[in-house]
């Protein structure tokens, strides 16, 4: 494989290399790891940095249901709440009476 660099590039190329003396082929080899590295770290992917973001509660609040873990239970508390008749959906009267 050939690669252009730019002069710039070179200089810091041969400086790495004579810096860990070792081969080009081998700080264009770690800089690659180096790299994937960097954009695999969980810590460092915007997407992935959310996680975690909301987990601990202000001060004084209790804690917030955990959907993810017990989606079964808040879909299941949703439902049943929609059967049980709401007082103010009660009529009041009617025209008829």
């Known amino acids: 494989m050939q690669v252009y660099l730019a002069p710039a590039d070179q200089d810091r190329l041969e400086r790495l290399r004579e810096g860990l003396a070792t081969t080009k082929s081998s700080v264009l080899r770690r800089g690659l790891e180096a790299l994937e ?6 810590a460092r992917h915007p997407a992935l940095s959310i996680i975690g973001l909301f987990s601990s509660p202000p001060s004084g609040e209790p804690p917030p249901a955990d959907v993810a873990r017990d989606h079964d239970d808040f ?8 059967w049980s008749p709401d007082p103010r959906d009660e009529p009041h009267g009617s025209a008829f009476e």
């Open 75 to 82: 879909f299941a508390s949703g439902e049943i709440a929609s």
């Open 37 to 42: 590295l960097q954009l695999s770290d969980p």
